[in-house]
């Protein structure tokens, strides 16, 4: 157990919904990830947060949005939702901001499974 | 070009065999991280290791080996004596430190049968 914590563990829905992810870090940590894994795609990095501000941005869609809260934990929003979103979405957590530089390390949670009907 | 490669997809072993995981990298930077993480059926990431560029001694934990070789840009993973509980996919990862980037290979799966 990493101590990142992911609700829900599956989410199915349709075509055009919105759905929000959650995740809390491991305690202490500042930095929340966000990724996701597809069969076609494999496994990118969508967003990195720290301490509640955005630090980093990667493969991430203009219709999915992130935030982190002042207790650290943070959220992942899909919007108009498409079939292609199907995939795991993972969170992990690091302590300091250098989890993508390598210099920390990123521990990842259980995971989303999101399926889009 | 692939910044990570895992040039096998699946591996099929028997139970007690040793078996070795392949990973290539690509980066221009000079101080870089690598890493492996542990996907069990279940579906949940796994740390495994993380080295850093400036450390090629080899590392062993158990039964799992890695061998860093900066030659040939690569850090295989080993497994010895495997047992049915290594079965999962096993990605190997790259961080590039100066560019801020964070790259996973598109895994091996390792199938251990009994």
């Known amino acids: 157990d990493s101590g990142v914590t992911q609700t829900p563990k599956h989410l199915i829905t349709a075509t055009g919904q919105r759905v929000t992810l959650r995740c809390s870090p491991r305690?202490?940590?500042?930095?929340v990830y966000w990724y996701q894994q597809s069969l076609d795609q494999g496994l990118q990095f969508l967003i990195q947060?720290?301490?509640?501000?955005?630090?980093a941005k990667g493969n991430i869609l203009e219709r999915f949005s992130a935030q982190q809260f002042p207790d650290l934990h943070s959220e992942l929003n899909l919007s108009s939702l498409e079939l292609g979103d199907s995939a795991l979405y993972f969170c992990?957590?690091?302590?300091?901001?250098?989890?993508?530089?390598?210099?920390?390390?990123?521990?990842f949670g259980p995971g989303t499974r999101l399926t889009v009907l | 070009a692939q910044k990570v490669t895992q040039a096998q997809t699946e591996i099929s072993v028997v139970e007690k065999e040793d078996v070795t995981l392949d990973c290539v990298y690509e980066?221009?930077?000079?101080?870089?991280?690598l890493f492996w993480y542990k996907q069990p059926p279940s579906g949940e990431l796994v740390f495994l290791i993380r080295?850093?560029?400036?450390?090629?001694q080899n590392e062993i934990s158990g039964r799992y080996s890695w061998n860093f070789q900066k030659s040939t840009s690569s850090f295989n993973f080993t497994i010895t004596a495997s047992q049915v509980v290594d079965s999962a996919v096993y990605f190997c990862?790259?961080?590039?430190?100066?560019?801020?980037?964070?790259?996973f290979g598109s895994g091996t799966k390792l199938n251990v049968k009994p």
């Open positions: 947060y720290y301490n509640g501000e955005e630090r």
């Open positions: 980066t221009r930077d000079t101080t870089y991280y």
């Open positions: 990862a790259l961080s590039e430190s100066r560019f801020n980037k964070f790259y």
């Open positions: 992990a957590s690091s302590l300091t901001d250098r989890g993508l530089a390598g210099q920390d390390t990123q521990y």
């Open positions: 080295r850093n560029s400036f450390d090629e």
């Open positions: 305690s202490g940590d500042l930095s």
